[in-house]
Structure formats: structure tokens, C-alpha cells
Nanobody, 125 residues
Framework: QLQAYGGGLVQAGGSLRLSCAAS????????IGWFRQAPGKEREFVAT????????YYADSVKGRFTISRDNAKNTVYLEMNNLKPEDTAVYYC????????????????????WGQGTQVTVSS
């Protein structure tokens, strides 16, 4: 089971760090992705990290502002969000998918089979 937390209300330009914790299984050999869904919009990809912890990929809209990282010892993946904008407002979800290679990551939501409940991020202007 995955649980995302750390959301909240922040002013534009501010920062938040989201966490995605796993229980019942270890994330060691899983690629992890963060997605978000704004009201009335489809769920969209934000960032992903391979289980190596080195290979990452970001949506253009967040590149340079968001950083995904993982701490396998804590069984947790993080999404550091800086310089937040009102258009970042959404419910953020983390997802996991087993990966054979340490370099593999996924950015299509249908490639993930385990999802956590979301955490709300609201950015005020």
C-alpha cells in the first residue's frame, strides 16, 4: 500500500515536499511516479524515478522546479516542489511499478499498477 502525504496550502513561489511511503512491500525494485489531477482535468504525469535513484524524468511543466528522490532505507520517495505556481494546484498521487532494470522508469499512468491515495496541493496567487 502506498500513502502520499505532505500536501497543503502555499503561496505562489513557495515550496512543499511530498512524501510517498510504502507499507507491506519494499520499494527497492520499483519505479515510482508522481502524477497530479486538477479539477476537471485528466491525471497527468509529473515525475518518475528508477529504483537506482539516479535515473529520473520530469514533465516539462515542472522541470527545474521539482525534484524527485528516494530513500530506499526509509521505503519512501519524495517530491520536492519549489517555486510553486497556481497551475500546480492539484491532487498529487504516487504510483509504483516493478522494474527489472535499475534504470527503468515509466511516465504513462497505465504502466503503474499500485497507486496511493492523493494529497491535495493548493497554490494561491
Amino acid at each position: 500500500q502506498l500513502q502520499a502525504y505532505g500536501g497543503g496550502l502555499v503561496q505562489a513561489g513557495g515550496s512543499l515536499r511530498l512524501s510517498c511511503a510504502a507499507s507491506g512491500f519494499t520499494l527497492d525494485y520499483y519505479a515510482i511516479g508522481w502524477f497530479r489531477q486538477a479539477p476537471g482535468k485528466e491525471r497527468e504525469f509529473v515525475a518518475t524515478i528508477a529504483w537506482s535513484g539516479v535515473h529520473t524524468y520530469y514533465a516539462d511543466s515542472v522541470k527545474g522546479r521539482f525534484t524527485i528522490s528516494r530513500d530506499n532505507a526509509k521505503n519512501t520517495v519524495y517530491l520536492e516542489m519549489n517555486n510553486l505556481k497556481p497551475e500546480d494546484t492539484a491532487v498529487y498521487y504516487c504510483a509504483a511499478s516493478p522494474a527489472v532494470l535499475s534504470t527503468t522508469y515509466y511516465y504513462h499512468r497505465n504502466e503503474y499498477d499500485s497507486w496511493g491515495q492523493g494529497t491535495q496541493v493548493t497554490v494561491s496567487s
